[in-house]
Each structure stands twice: as C-alpha cells, then as structure tokens.
C-alpha cells in the first residue's frame, strides 16, 4: 500500500529564516510525486509535480527536490504570505488518478 | 483560479440524511476524481469517474456514490449521513496542462 510521511507536523520560523520540509514515500511505481499548499477551510492549490529522483522544480521561494524514496521542499527566506499547510502526494503508476497524500506541515512564519 | 467549481460550498445535515455535491471543470477533461479531508488530515481518495463510468475507488463503502455527465460535471452522493462524514470535501480534474487540480471544497457538517 502507498504511504506518505511528512515532517514536521509543524514548523515556526522567523521571516527571511529558510529551512525544508520533508517527504518520506514510499509505492508500487512512482508515476509522480505532488506539492500542494492549502490555506485554512480551502481546497489544495497546485505547487510542483515531479517524476523522476534528481529532478527539481522552483517557484519564487520554494524549490522541490525528489530522490527514490523522498523529497524535500525547500523555502528560502520566506515571508508571512507563506503561512500555510504543505501537503505531499504520491501517484502510482496505472489507470487511477488517485494521490495519496501525507497529513501535511503546518508552516507559520512570524514578522 | 483553477477552473475547477464546487457547490455548495457550506452545508449542514442531520445524521441519516442524504446529501449531494456538485463540481464542475472549465477544462472538459474526460476524469474527475473526489477526495474527503478530515480536519487535520491528508484528503483521502473516495472515488474517480472517467467518461460517465467509475473506474476507481478508495476505502469507502458503497453509501458513497458518483455521476459524472457529458459536460464533465459530476456530482458525489453519499446517503445515510453519519456524523464522521463531516469533513471537506474536494473535487478534482486536470487543466489543459495536465496538472491536477482542486477545487475550493464543499464543507460538510453532519449533526
């Protein structure tokens, strides 16, 4: 059965203060490996899907990194505006479309 | 704007009762999947639809039923309301990219 980790539960940082977040997975066959933020009482908004270990992918802030049996997502000197929950997802390879994901890091990041 | 809409988007039910929710994608494309997230949970795969048919389904009983029309939109139905069915519920469809994306959710209160 697919499953995903993800640590922290929780993490607080001071602005401009840069750290990652990790995703541990493991599948049957990696089709894809998803990024997602999600603000309080909304749904999912897509970051970043990678597809093969090595590969990376940046958008402002944030850099994902996959490997065979994680990734990490990177935020480098982050604002309050980054303040969210990261939710990492893994696709299997075959028909479904079917994510499963991890139960997410809480990000807080402090003026 | 991810061209993915759900409705309604808060909804209160009495336990027993039946509830439906609806979706719909700008995009037209041919799958449509829904997820359940618990609070402070990961979304959990209910089921995906491909061309009107099913053709996938996650860990939830049959109480839990879909359609999915010719315009793409769908709807998830789920009968015989229990109070653990409350959660946020979430469609989600491919944008002319190929990326999958989420709507905004319909909130479920089952009292």
């Known amino acids: 059965e697919d499953q995903v980790t993800q640590s922290p539960e929780a993490l607080r940082l001071q602005e401009g203060e840069s750290s990652s977040l990790n995703c541990s997975y493991t599948?049957?066959?990696?089709?894809?490996l998803f990024w997602y933020r999600q603000d309080p009482g909304k749904g999912p908004e897509f970051l970043f899907t990678?597809?093969?270990a090595g590969e990376e992918k940046e958008k402002e802030r944030l850099k994902a990194t996959l490997t065979k049996k994680e990734s990490f997502l990177h935020i480098t000197a982050p604002k309050p505006e980054d303040s969210a929950t990261y939710l990492c997802?893994?696709?299997?390879?075959?028909?479904?479309?079917?994510?499963?994901f991890g139960t997410g890091t809480r990000l807080t990041i402090i003026p | 704007e991810t061209g993915v809409t759900q409705s309604p988007t808060h909804l209160i039910k009495t336990r027993g009762q039946q509830v439906t929710l609806r979706c719909s994608s700008q995009?037209?494309?041919?799958?449509v999947s829904w997820y359940q997230q618990a609070l402070g949970q990961g979304p959990q795969f209910i089921f995906q639809?491909?061309?009107?048919?099913?053709?996938g389904r996650g860990n939830f009983p049959p109480r839990f039923s879909g359609l999915q029309f010719p315009n793409y939109s769908s709807e998830l139905n789920v009968n015989a309301l229990e109070l653990d069915d409350s959660a946020l519920y979430l469609c989600?469809?491919?944008?002319?990219?190929?990326?999958?994306?989420f709507g905004e959710g319909s909130r479920l209160t089952v009292l």
């Open positions: 989600a469809s491919r944008d002319a990219t190929g990326e999958l994306f």
């Open positions: 599948v049957s066959g990696l089709r894809g």
């Open positions: 990678l597809y093969s």
């Open positions: 997802a893994v696709q299997a390879l075959g028909l479904e479309e079917k994510l499963t």
């Open positions: 995009s037209g494309h041919n799958t």
């Open positions: 639809y491909y061309r009107e048919e099913e053709n």
